[in-house]
């Protein structure tokens, strides 16, 4: 992933170029300007996926910029002193906002949620392309096809999975979790715990424990284990 560090002081160039050097290997920083002109230049011509960006720029500021960056696919992360930017950030597209001092635990976070926004449209894409339009689920003297969208969840049982589907009684097949999760569209389909697969469009309710849990449309509550979270609220909060 290709990034540039824009900042008026060089301390704060140096500081954000050694934290990517040492946390995030896979960005590669191909700029760093020290004004708003330069940096829209170098934006333009380079093309990056990530902006590593101050707010107050000399006499001018990070949204001087953003506003003449027509690209929604640059993720920003603003780093920045002042917490009263945060509002006016909300009207661009800002990925994450970090005060300063950095604290490398927020930096490292904020490049992995850039990390994942990058890849979604990917994702998604190739989702597109493959989705099936049935899952076939055998039984002992049958074998049933089931449209993708009408699956709630589906939960391991030893080597079988239980599958809940809208309108039925839950099937019991003779696959594991892990077989299901690899044919199940990932657009739709996200396993949020080592026992469970879900649906994101049948989600009503997430509830807000320590690692959280998802309420689904037939009324089951399903566990979050604490490695998915971040991605589950990725997927569903716009």
Not at 32 to 48: G, R, S, Y
Not at 111 to 118: A, D, S
Request: net charge positive; glycine share 2%.
């Amino acid at each position: 992933m290709k990034a540039i560090i824009i900042d008026d002081n060089l301390v704060n160039i140096d500081l954000i170029a050694n934290l990517v050097k040492k946390y995030c290997p896979d960005v590669n920083v191909v700029a760093e300007c020290d004004n708003v002109e330069t940096a829209i230049q170098k934006i333009k011509k380079l093309k990056p996926q990530i902006l590593f960006l101050d707010v107050e720029l000399h006499e001018k500021t990070a949204f001087d910029i953003l506003a003449q960056i027509n690209d929604s696919l640059i993720q920003v992360i603003l780093i920045t002193a002042h917490e009263k930017y945060a509002i006016p950030s909300y009207k661009f597209n800002v990925t994450d906002y970090i005060l300063k001092p950095i604290q490398i635990t927020e930096f490292v976070a904020a490049v992995q949620k850039c990390k994942r926004n990058i890849e979604k449209p990917a994702r998604t894409v190739q989702s597109e392309e493959i989705e099936p339009r049935y899952i076939a689920i055998p039984h002992a003297e049958e074998i049933e096809m089931i449209e993708p969208q009408n699956i709630i969840h589906l939960d391991a049982k030893g080597n079988y999975t239980v599958i809940h589907s809208s309108g039925k009684k839950p099937y019991l097949a003779s696959k594991t979790l892990k077989e299901f999760e690899i044919k199940l569209p990932t657009r739709y389909f996200i396993r949020v715990h080592a026992s469970h697969i879900i649906n994101i469009r049948h989600i009503l309710k997430f509830y807000k424990s320590k690692n959280g849990s998802v309420q689904m449309n037939n009324g089951n509550v399903i566990p979050i284990s604490a490695n998915r979270k971040q991605e589950l609220l990725d997927r569903i909060i716009l």
